[in-house]
C-alpha cells in the first residue's frame, strides 16, 4: 500500500516506521524537505520526504498526524485528494483545534473533496503504537466514520503494527466521542499520575 505521511512527530514517525516494516511504501509529506523534524533518524529507516501534494500523488492512504490546530491549514495543502482515504490521528485537547470545530476529522471533511475519512489511531500514545503488547496480550484500537472502505484500510493498518482487534464505534457522528475517548487516556497519563505505558484491550464474556 502506498501511504502518505503528514507530520513527523511522535504518531507519524511512529507509524511511518512500523508500517514501512510492515511492507508498505511510505512517502513523509511536509513543508521543508531540507529541514523537518527526525530528519536524519528517518534517513536511516529508509524513508524519503517530499512536498506534502507530491507525497499525496503518489499515495492511495494519507494520515494526518500534526498538532489538530494545524488541521484545516493542512488539510487544504493536500491538493485533490479524490478518491483517497484518509486517517485522521489528531485531537483537540483542552481547546487546542480548529476555530469552530468540536473534532478535528469534521475539519477534513469541510476542507478536501475526499469523503473517505476515519479517525483512528488517536485513541492512545504512541508508546502504545510503537508496542501494544502488554504481558503477553495485544491492545485494542478503535476507529469512527461514515467510509466502510475507510475503515478496512484502518483495521488492516492498525492490526500489521500488532494491535489484536480494531473496533468500528460508529460512524461520522462518533467523530467527537473518539476525541473524547482520547481524552480520557490523556487524562490519566499525564494528569492523573497514571503515566503512559497503560492501553485498552476490550473483553468480552
Known sequence: MKIAIIGTGNVGGTLAKKWIKAGHTIRLGVRDTRNFKGMEDFALEGLKAYEIKDAINGSEVI????????????????????GKIIIDSMNIVMGR?????????????????????VKCFNTTGFNNLQDPVYQGMSLDLFMAGDSLRGKKIAAQLAQEIGFDMCYDVGGNDKFELMEQFAWFWINLANFQGLGREFGFKLLKR
Open 97 to 117: 483545534g480548529p476555530k469552530g470545530y468540536s473534532n478535528t476529522s469534521e475539519a477534513i471533511l469541510d476542507n478536501t473533496p475526499s469523503v473517505d475519512v
Open 63 to 82: 494520515l494526518i498526524a500534526t498538532p489538530a490546530s494545524q488541521a484545516v491549514e493542512v488539510t487544504r495543502s493536500l491538493g485533490d485528494t479524490s
